[in-house]
């Protein structure tokens, strides 16, 4: 393999794909980054796979020869990072000794590397459910929900997010016991041909690791909003295509709990304010909260039109706030963990947002109000002594 490229192409292209090359791999080569180069397309292509998450890109070269190597993807990366942008890189390889040689305009290097028939191939789909999706509307998807999800591994399928595909619209949920966020989204399908515009899509859920999800998202940033993304599943693996770039995931096993089940079907006590007055208050009572134990406490009277917000952060101090609010309901004070609530209320794309809740043991929801977007989030409030 003998080829000519940009500097600046190949760092950016090796930095994506290394996002998918495992800190810990089980084989040698798993921790290497795949480079193959293509004289018929001019297209060098790298390949990170962790044989959880797959990430493969393509940059142009000058190819003066087909082939392939494996180098490892750190020593390499950050040779490569280091190296000037002013003039071409030249990158030889000899399989007999599976080593590389790359040329620069400041000096030489040799990278030992492994060769590319130990690299095990990325897995695409070529059968089951394909669908084309608008980048916009996945990616809000994602990031909606993504911080709601577990981050113990001893709960491996709450360590993800379930995506719904039902007709045209997408649910996408995640919970990690403590919370749940769920949000609706409709057309989020595109390019169906009419033929298939009055065809039933079957519906069927997976459930996505939220490490990986991390690296779709910044994948979909990149994306020309106004280009549908290629989506594939069979048999647990998930592929997402958009012109030079492919990421491939292995869905979590198992079937994802029925977080229906835990919405109240009505609610006693309505709150209605001011989303960024409310983050605000927060913020600021969170700086005392975090040095206890994160603690809050919203305390309503249906006498007035405020909230009270505070907590008791012991041996360092107290602080309250009041909000106006609309208020529906008796009286009563419920408390949460502060950062829960920031996490949640800075998702919602909404001026104004309810509270709902029955009492303050039971699960309280917060939802955009006038909002054309149908998010919940509800969170298990923190059992409090008078």
């Not at 835990?262 to 208050?281: D, H, M, W, Y």
């Not at 012991?314 to 963990?337: C, H, R, W, Y």
């Not at 800075?346 to 955009?368: E, R």
């Amino acid at each position: 393999m003998k080829l000519s490229c940009s500097q600046s192409d190949l760092n950016t292209a090796l930095q994506l794909v290394s996002r998918a090359v495992s800190s810990r791999p089980t084989h040698p080569v798993l921790a290497n980054v795949l480079l193959a180069a293509d004289e018929v397309t001019g297209k060098l292509r790298l390949t990170g796979f962790d044989l959880s998450l797959g990430i493969q890109t393509s940059i142009s070269a000058a190819i003066e020869s087909s082939g392939a190597i494996t180098l490892p993807a750190k020593l390499f990366g950050e040779i490569i990072s280091k190296l000037s942008n002013d003039s071409p890189l030249v990158l030889a390889s000899d399989e007999t000794s599976q080593q590389a040689e790359l040329i620069s305009k400041s000096g030489t290097y040799q990278v030992r590397g492994m060769v590319a028939d130990d690299f095990p191939d990325l897995p695409l789909v070529e059968s089951g459910t394909s669908l084309k999706l608008n980048p916009l509307s996945l990616s809000n998807a994602i990031r909606s929900t993504l911080f709601a999800s577990s981050t113990d591994d001893a709960k491996q399928l709450l360590t993800g997010v379930n995506l719904t595909f039902d007709g045209y619209g997408i649910e996408s949920a995640a919970t990690d016991g403590h919370r749940l966020a769920v949000l609706n989204l409709n057309n989020i399908l595109l390019d169906l041909k009419e033929t298939d515009k009055n065809t039933d899509i079957e519906k069927f859920s997976i459930t996505l690791p939220s490490k990986s999800l991390r690296e779709v998202d910044k994948f979909l940033s990149s994306c020309d909003i106004n280009e549908p993304i290629n989506f594939f599943i069979d048999k647990g693996q998930v592929v997402f295509i958009s012109s030079d770039e492919i990421i491939t995931i292995r869905a979590l096993e198992g079937n994802y709990p029925n977080y229906s089940q835990l919405l109240p079907e009505t609610f006693e006590n309505v709150l209605e304010f001011n989303r960024k007055e409310f983050i605000a208050s927060l913020e600021r009572i969170a700086v005392l909260a975090d040095q206890h134990n994160n603690v809050i406490k919203v305390t309503t009277d249906s006498s007035t039109n405020l909230i009270k917000i505070s907590t008791d952060a012991q041996d360092i101090g107290t602080g309250n706030e009041s909000l106006p609010v609309s208020f529906k309901g008796e009286s009563f004070q419920i408390a949460f963990n502060v950062r829960y609530l920031l996490d949640g209320l800075k998702v919602i794309d909404s001026n104004y947002i309810k509270l709902s809740c029955n009492s303050p043991t039971t699960p309280a929801v917060f939802s955009p109000i006038n909002s054309d977007v149908n998010f919940i989030y509800l969170v298990m409030p923190i059992q409090i002594r008078n």
